[in-house]
């Protein structure tokens, strides 16, 4: 069955943004006393909503209003300061306008605010490539609730048949948000998720490089099976 749809997860599968989300993160935390975070913790919480990587990284000493407070810290950090330090992964842009000309729409969907999301996405200069991007204040469902694609993304794609989409990520809950909608799956091995942990989920498709992703999709899309 030919594919109509790719969504892509943004960070670690199409940016490289690791280093200003650590560097923000520090700012923010140390802001309201809590110690500075190690790149290797934050890459940890990649992928999580900005609340659940903050309980994470302060061992669930952040709560309630505080919790507040300190995302609204990083998100205005990120803004000034973070936005700038993301960069694309080599040949995430061209594997993007590759995949248009197929005729395929793309998606992105984030745990950033749709607003932040846009911004990120012309910054790197990959908005008039996207379809459609979806933030984390546009819907009330999240990765891996199968709602998220059912409930939010299917009805504005017109899109009813799951095995025509797509989902390229590089977390466990990329992969499961998969699973759990009946997407076809593809695991970004190059990205911030657990080696261990996604390859127990069984992907369908294993992308060790975003350029590769073009010739992944054209075998799927050519084949002969009954649709």
């Not at 993160?25 to 900005?50: M, W």
């Not at 309630?64 to 407070?69: E, F, I, V």
């Not at 990329?174 to 069984?202: H, M, P, Q, T, V």
Request: glycine fraction near 8%.
């Amino acid at each position: 069955m030919s594919l109509t749809t790719v969504i892509f997860d943004f960070d670690g599968t199409l940016a490289s943004s690791l280093e200003g989300i650590h560097a923000c993160f520090q700012e923010a935390l140390a802001t309201f006393g809590y110690g500075r975070p190690s790149v290797a913790e934050v890459r940890r919480t990649v992928g999580l909503t900005l609340e659940e990587s903050v309980r994470i990284l302060t061992n669930g000493q952040c709560d309630g209003a505080k919790l507040g407070k300190v995302v609204d810290c990083y998100r205005a950090l990120y803004t000034k300061k973070g936005r700038a330090m993301a960069t694309l992964f080599p040949g995430a842009k061209e594997t993007l306008t590759a995949v248009r000309e197929m005729g395929i729409r793309i998606v992105l969907v984030s745990n950033k605010s749709h607003k932040g999301l846009c911004r990120l996405a012309e910054h790197l200069g990959i908005d008039a490539s996207v379809n459609m991007m979806l933030g984390v204040d546009e819907s009330s469902f999240r990765k891996p609730d199968a709602r998220l694609f059912t409930e939010t993304i299917a009805p504005r794609l017109a899109e009813s048949h799951p095995r025509r989409v797509l989902m390229v990520g590089d977390t466990e809950s990329d992969i499961l948000f998969a699973k759990n909608a009946g997407l076809r799956s593809c695991w970004a091995s190059y990205g911030y998720g657990d080696e261990a942990a996604c390859k127990a989920l069984a992907p369908e498709f294993i992308l060790p490089n975003i350029t590769r992703l073009p010739g992944l999709i054209h075998p799927i899309n050519t084949s002969k099976q009954e649709e």
